[in-house]
């Protein structure tokens, strides 16, 4: 194993083992340094096990909705460790498919903790051994993890992080979620499906803070009409474990009592331990500092995916990943992420997804704005699967019909947001897209009507 090499990648989730890909396919000596498993949280501990657990959310809320098409489904029985197994097996099988296309690839899988012991000068220790490694350029994609909230620190029994979320033991009669952001939302909409007394709490005005209004106002009404209590503007305080659940006074006045707590109260890049301030890397709020191209405040060392900030999705990861290496390697015509345009989206029930600013947002640029809005009970085919809850709301500027931001809630918009984002790559306008031709009946025809919506041509005014 070769111990100088053009790139090496510290950490191997979405942006780590893409970055080790593409600049082995552009013909650099590449190594990946992990110190668990292929494929980093998202695959293992994020991403693919929630979306995996969130399936089988959406089988119970099906069963449990199917009278109105004249089915029954008498002696249904629902064994959680099954679920966990299920989740667990798709989450092994792609980390294995990691290790196949690091090894397609010709990259070097270095096993163990990395530390920058100088520029271009990395150790990796493992099992109580100690190698040293050189490379021209050094990819930090470390991740990040689970915010601390004083007051309540996990345990792994009654007190959860979405590490003990994933892979209970058995279902908890209650769950008390605190921090509605993508996992908190998700957590609290997959335990209330499956049959938990769910409370959300936010500390922020309202739930989802980063999402538009209407979309937060719409979900906090929907996850309501499950029977989710959902506090927003709250704090929780006077927290008190017990061997049979745990207590704490929300807001400073209402107490309440839940078998288990998840905390989704955001997360921190992983930066500690890395030499990171003895070669010049400045870290800012918990993150590292880069410019456009990944680059960070010492020269051959650059920072992808959470680590380097928000937004922390694994997709945004990887597209850096790509214009990272491809910059590092001298590229021509290699274009910049914007961050403010990576998709959003949030796998509850309702589903949500945006591009682009918020109503607010636009509002504050000054610009003069076109805004449609279609809702989904108009839609013939959110009323044939019975799913008509929720809208498209979509945002131009009014004088160049630039499309600054598209926010959905409903069935299946994460697979529907990419319309709006092929849109915004190809710079199409308001009028381009009224000229589109949607098939009928279809979800994605919601798409369309907003956008007639923001022009004043709606169909189904």
Excluded at 302 to 319: E, F, N, T, W
Excluded at 382 to 407: P, R
Aim: proline share 4%; glycine share 12%; with cysteine.
């Amino acid at each position: 194993m070769n111990d100088k090499y053009d790139v090496l990648v510290i950490g191997s989730g979405p942006g780590g083992y893409v970055a080790a890909i593409r600049a082995a396919q552009l013909g650099l000596r590449t190594a990946v340094v992990e110190r668990d498993q292929l494929g980093g949280i998202c695959l293992n501990w994020g991403c693919i096990p929630t979306k995996a657990l969130l399936h089988g959310a959406d089988v119970a809320h099906t069963l449990a909705s199917m009278a109105p098409l004249g089915f029954r489904a008498d002696g249904v029985e629902f064994d959680m460790a099954q679920l966990v197994e299920f989740s667990r097996s798709v989450s092994q099988r792609l980390a294995g498919g990691v290790g196949y296309l690091m090894r397609k690839n010709g990259i070097d899988v270095l096993t163990g903790t990395a530390r920058l012991l100088d520029k271009g000068v990395v150790e990796v220790a493992a099992d109580g051994g100690r190698s040293v490694h050189r490379a021209d350029h050094v990819i930090l994609a470390t991740g990040a993890r689970p915010r601390a909230v004083p007051g309540l620190e996990p345990d792994g029994e009654r007190i959860w992080t979405y590490f003990q979320a994933l892979a209970p033991a058995e279902l908890p009669r209650s769950l008390l979620v605190v921090g509605s952001g993508a996992i908190g939302v998700e957590f609290a909409s997959l335990y209330r499906d499956l049959g938990s007394e769910v409370t959300l709490v936010e500390v922020a005005p309202r739930i989802m803070p980063g999402e538009d209004a209407a979309v937060s106002e719409h979900v906090r009404a929907q996850f309501e009409k499950r029977g989710i209590r959902v506090h927003a503007g709250t704090s929780v305080s006077d927290v008190a474990v017990a061997a049979d659940g745990v207590s704490a006074t929300l807001g400073g006045a209402d107490r309440i009592i839940a078998e288990r707590v998840l905390v989704a109260a955001g997360i921190r890049g992983n930066v500690e331990d890395l030499g990171l301030a003895e070669v010049g890397v400045e870290v800012d709020g918990g993150f590292v500092r880069t410019d456009e191209w990944g680059r960070t405040t010492a020269f051959g060392v650059y920072a992808i995916g959470d680590v380097a900030g928000g937004p922390c999705l694994a997709h945004k990861a990887s597209h850096e990943a790509v214009v990272c290496v491809e910059k590092l390697a001298g590229l021509d015509h290699v274009t910049p992420l914007d961050p403010a345009y990576v998709p959003g989206c949030t796998y509850a029930r309702p589903q949500v997804a945006r591009l682009g600013l918020t109503e607010e947002q636009a509002r504050a640029t000054g610009r003069p704005l076109q805004i449609g809005t279609f809702d989904l009970q108009a839609s013939g085919k959110a009323l044939t699967i019975g799913e008509a809850d929720g809208f498209v709301k979509t945002i131009f500027d009014g004088s160049t019909g630039e499309l600054l931001g598209a926010h959905l809630v409903g069935p299946e918009v994460t697979e529907h947001v990419q319309g709006f984002g092929i849109a915004r790559a190809l710079e199409a306008t308001a009028d381009d897209l009224a000229e589109v031709v949607f098939a009928h009946p279809t979800l994605s025809e919601a798409l369309h009507e907003s956008v007639l919506s923001a022009l004043g041509k709606p169909r189904n005014a």
